[in-house]
């Protein structure tokens, strides 16, 4: 016998957990596609060469990489990310530009699992390229807030930055050489104190008072107009530091213009982001009541997508969805769980010389859209209810061979462990009404 | 600079194709749920030992297998039926019983390409696990009947046998001992003449008479009353081919008591499906307009699911939908195609001082549940109408200055090249109703 097991760092969804998750998709996919993101894919497997050296030496090391069947370096895609650069140099004169795609896909990386990472993980991400308009800076902005929003998530707070303001600041204070060595470390605020980093930026020789005005910077809050108007000082008059305030203040313009209720976008220039290929916005989003959870949908601008596979400058700007960590943050908050089955009413197996009729009932609940599961074998009542209940089936019908005599049967709310009578006469419409209007009283 | 390209036998799903994939496997989802089959997912990677030798030597050649990170022997999944099998003994007690899952996933396979096939491709698949009821059985097939109905394929039919009426055949023929061989060669009946096969069956010691018997057998069709009644003669009034003629008359009338159009399911007995661990019921499901491409839904009943990982016995019943086999017919057959973007109205950037309008607009209509596409910069009218004829969307929206100044709008069906003004006044509901009109007019 083989030991039924995953491999470390690797996990089974069962179905409530992976119902969840549809559910996010679901969601996800529709609001991509409200502002004309089209889906694509691309394989699991690429040319180890159009994977290696474009993320970090930890994702390089992390790889799943194999020698294939016709002697072909290959590895698993780690991110969504270089395999869409790969496709858009391939593909840009079919696609047309401005292109816009979601892609919402497993991406694998032999990380360390004792940080509670997984080694397999999904990502749902979504890019605008071949065009620098502010425009598309603003609509990562809407996206992302219409995501959260539909997903449910009740306080949330989007964050915005613009790297050119922290380049025109930098560039004020004579630092613009070391821009990337105090950008990781600005990063480094929310998880390390200011103090800490205050050393770390001392030990790159930055300067005291210029320390001071950096950590001045990160740390602004309150009401927009306040913090663009010190960040208007922060950068001078003219440059691309005044350029990225003036695109910070068209950012809550256009939010306030579509719609998005005050507050859930604010400008923080403490917002660095790691990642070095950032060149403008930059978007952080997370859960009011479980900041420690991190950043759950994150993205920004780049330069250029594609520029190791083709001369075509491909300028974008795009947002990632961290599907998993947001359903454990939702899980945390109690607002996770769920049943274990999508079945809104279960048909309970009662009377095998009944079985054409319970068909028939099937049959009409499921045209008109609900979901039934009808148990296949007539064993004991109290059995079959309890896996009802068990998997969070909401409604039951019960109709034995009195019951179809007497043109009755009895439902059932499972939550609430109450019955009623419906009189149906062989018409399955008033079974039907009799469900939806228990189905539609549930909290 | 790296060239651009994808592995041999993997592809790239651009929006058009990975929209029409989208659709289907969104219709399958429902259909799976509406009879209460819950989702799962399982990992890309398991142990080797997992996947060795549960298909057959050809599966276990094409295996993608490699040592990971921590020297483990790992493989990629070639099916979603022994990762299913392994979840199943891991899980069974979480679960319970009866279990009814789907499972929408890739899998791997190094094929050779040489066939048209693909080495990555995604299976769809339903089980029920833990009961022998005909009724689980039979809801395979209204499943594969409501899944084809639902995608919208127009004519179609379900082909079903009972392997157990092929036992009985050949055992009154005295050819039990010879079942697996007989088995197969029948199987190439469609493909192989039943001339050809007569001659492999010679050639496995089955006498003429005999041969003649199982050809005229596999040739049966007609109304299912007739096949069903000839079948009798044949397996003898006891016995499991008694058992199995039986069963199949209890498909054909589930299915007329289920609303199933008459027609749409027949009994062939020609179809044995080559797969030896079949025990019950075996179904294929074809394009009537294209019977050439083969089943696009195909499955049965086994005995027992994971005996190489639990003592516990788990029959079940189930099929799997072959989601690309299926595209690709449906576009042979003119009935794929479609647009390259969700995008359902397309917004004209045109003057842009009215960014603050277009916002507004773009975010009424999509509250309202349409698919906006609002062109990020105010490039030349042509040019955005061009990508926008291009990528099929079917309506657009031009709204320049003197319009704004006038509370007009040009709302243009692009299929059609035809435009009208709207008078909106300001008030976007007025959009929406005159922009849901043309949607609704499409053919």
Chains 1, 2 share one sequence.
Request: hydrophobic content about 45%; aromatic content about 6%; overall charge neutral.
């Amino acid at each position: 016998m083989i030991q039924p097991r995953t491999l470390k760092g690797f996990r089974d969804h069962l179905p409530a957990q992976a119902l969840a998750r549809e559910r996010v998709l679901d969601v996800a996919r529709r609001v991509y596609r409200s502002y004309g993101f089209a889906p694509i894919d691309t394989p699991a497997l690429e040319y180890l060469e159009v994977l290696t050296g474009k993320g970090s030496e930890e994702t390089d090391k992390q790889l799943y990489r194999f020698t294939d069947h016709g002697g072909r370096e290959v590895g698993m895609r780690f991110d969504l990310t270089v395999p869409f650069a790969r496709f858009a140099a391939q593909h840009v004169n079919e696609l047309g530009l401005p292109f816009k795609r979601y892609h919402m896909a497993t991406v694998w990386r032999g990380e360390n699992t004792q940080r509670g990472r997984y080694r397999e993980f999904m990502q749902c991400d979504f890019d605008t390229i071949g065009t620098t308009s502010p425009v598309a800076d603003l609509e990562m902005v809407l996206v992302v807030h219409d995501l959260l929003a539909a997903i449910g998530v009740e306080r949330f707070t989007i964050r915005v930055n613009n790297r050119r303001v922290l380049g025109g600041v930098l560039g004020r204070l004579g630092l613009a050489a070391q821009a990337t060595g105090v950008l990781r470390s600005l990063d480094k605020l929310g998880k390390a104190s200011p103090e800490a980093v205050a050393a770390e930026l001392a030990a790159q020789g930055v300067a005291e008072s210029a320390a001071a005005t950096l950590l001045e910077m990160a740390a602004l809050s309150g009401p927009a107009e306040q913090v663009l108007g010190r960040l208007a000082e922060l950068v001078g008059e003219e440059g691309p530091g005044a350029a990225g305030v003036a695109a910070l203040r068209g950012i809550i313009a256009g939010a306030a213009a579509a719609g998005v209720p005050a507050g859930r976008v604010v400008i923080d220039p403490g917002i660095a982001r790691g990642l070095d290929y950032y060149t403008g916005i930059v978007l952080e989003s997370f859960l009011d009541d479980l900041p420690s959870l991190g950043s759950i949908c994150s993205g920004g601008r780049y330069d250029d997508l594609a520029g190791l596979y083709t001369k075509q400058p491909l300028p974008g700007v795009g947002a990632s969805l961290g599907i998993d960590r947001l359903l454990a943050g939702l899980e945390e908050l109690g607002q996770g769980g769920g049943p274990e089955t999508p079945a809104q009413v279960f048909l309970a197996h009662f009377d095998a010389a009944h079985l054409a009729d319970y068909l028939r009932i099937a049959a009409a609940l499921r045209r008109a859209g609900l979901a039934v599961e009808f148990f296949p074998e007539p064993k004991k009542l109290g059995q079959q209810l309890k896996l009802a209940s068990k998997r969070g089936i909401p409604a039951a019908l019960v109709i034995g061979g009195d019951e179809f005599a007497a043109g009755t049967a009895q439902l059932k709310n499972m939550a609430a462990e109450t019955a009623t009578t419906v009189a149906w006469h062989g018409d399955e419409q008033i079974l039907l009404a009799a469900v939806r209007a228990l189905l539609a009283t549930r909290g």
